[in-house]
């Protein structure tokens, strides 16, 4: 069995403002040390973009139209103060979304053994009718529930390690209990949530970290709330939202990991794909804003995948 790399060219024609950390750079870093010999290996194939029925699912139709009309004929069109969309991110966000749903498809059919989607604009901050923190739509959510829809998984984990709490990701399934959701991020931060009071319907696990934790910190959180948790949840599929900003090189946070973390937290994930879901894992990009750190950690993670 294999890795399946999803990727587009037009991932770098969604444009953001000079300056703004969410850039198409990232996801050039990102394929230059993907195109190592150590990486050869992998299965490679272009996203298609997703049908609204596949969106639809955890965004309403309103919305989706709503986000169609905002794009720009030239230039850029602001949704928040973060948040802007240029003629090229309407088609890129269709393309994260159906990316996301075809690693679905691959990996529950069997076809590969997991799959690692090289993707932007990233997701978890989309909430069930607001685009916000460089997100439109929520990427790992639309797989979740793409997999319940069509292939009848009854129980869908998410992990997200991004260094922001993927608020949008915990609106969606609050009171969801099919639908597990963990999260490591720091704390305070945007977006502000992400308290372990928020628990939904008993499906939500925060874990909170404070700013300068390391990956020992990490990695207790990771062992001592998170990970029995989703152990017993059960998962008959295992999604990774693969923010890699918690790294210490990241200008937008505080947290010191380092690539040997990221590379930890994905074989433990992959132990309980292994033990409860003939080891299905789904990882989609989220953040990561340094572009050396991002690249080396994504190279990790992905090893890691094909080591499986």
Request: hydrophobic residues 40%.
């Amino acid at each position: 069995m294999s890795t399946l790399l999803l990727h587009h060219p037009k991932f770098l024609e969604h444009e953001t403002p000079e300056g703004h950390p969410e850039r198409a750079d990232r996801l050039r870093a990102i394929d230059r040390i993907l195109e190592h010999e150590r990486f050869q290996q992998l299965e490679r194939d272009l996203a298609k973009p997703a049908e609204e029925e596949q969106i639809v699912r955890c965004h309403p139709a309103d919305y989706v139209d709503l986000l169609r009309r905002s794009v720009p004929e030239t230039g850029l069109a602001r949704i928040d103060e973060d948040t802007a969309m240029s003629p090229g991110s309407f088609e890129a966000a269709l393309l994260g979304a159906g990316a996301a749903c075809t690693a679905v498809d691959e990996v529950m059919s069997g076809k590969i053994t997991n799959a690692f989607c090289a993707l932007r604009p990233p997701g978890h901050h989309a909430e069930k009718a607001s685009a916000m923190g460089f997100c439109f739509f929520n990427n790992a959510a639309i797989a979740a529930r793409h997999a319940q829809a069509v292939y009848g998984a009854e129980r869908v984990a998410i992990m997200d390690f991004d260094v922001h709490h993927g608020n949008g990701t915990q609106d969606i399934f609050w009171d969801d209990p099919t639908v597990f959701y963990g999260s490591t991020h720091q704390m305070p931060l945007y977006p502000g949530s992400g308290a372990l009071r928020e628990t939904g319907a008993g499906n939500i696990f925060n874990a909170p970290l404070s700013a300068g934790a390391d990956g020992k910190a990490f990695q207790e959180a990771m062992n001592s709330r998170i990970l029995p948790a989703m152990k017993n949840f059960k998962p008959d599929l295992v999604i990774i939202s693969a923010g890699f900003d918690a790294h210490a090189r990241d200008p937008l946070a505080e947290l010191r990991l380092v690539e040997a973390d990221f590379a930890w937290a994905t074989y433990k994930l992959m132990e309980i794909a292994d033990q409860c879901c003939n080891s299905r894992v789904v990882s989609v990009l989220e953040g990561g804003y340094d572009l050396e750190g991002l690249a080396r950690s994504t190279a990790a993670h992905v090893i890691a995948l094909m080591d499986s």
